[in-house]
């Protein structure tokens, strides 16, 4: 598993949680949403990335 924890540098296939949170704790600020949308089943989209381990609800 290749990781990095250098802002500015995107991972080449994944990032541990420790460099994620070290990452999130340099920026000054973030800001963002997350959406939940459903289906008439009542399913919950969701998005993998290929730098985590879990699913995260779409958002920006």
Do not use: F, K
């Amino acid at each position: 598993m290749t990781t990095t924890s250098v802002p500015g540098e995107l991972p080449s296939t994944a990032m541990s949680d420790e460099a994620y949170g070290a990452l999130r704790a340099s920026a000054a600020l973030w800001a963002g949403t997350s959406v939940l949308i459903t289906n008439q089943l009542g399913q919950i989209l969701v998005q993998h990335v290929d730098y985590r381990d879990t699913c995260l609800l779409p958002g920006g």
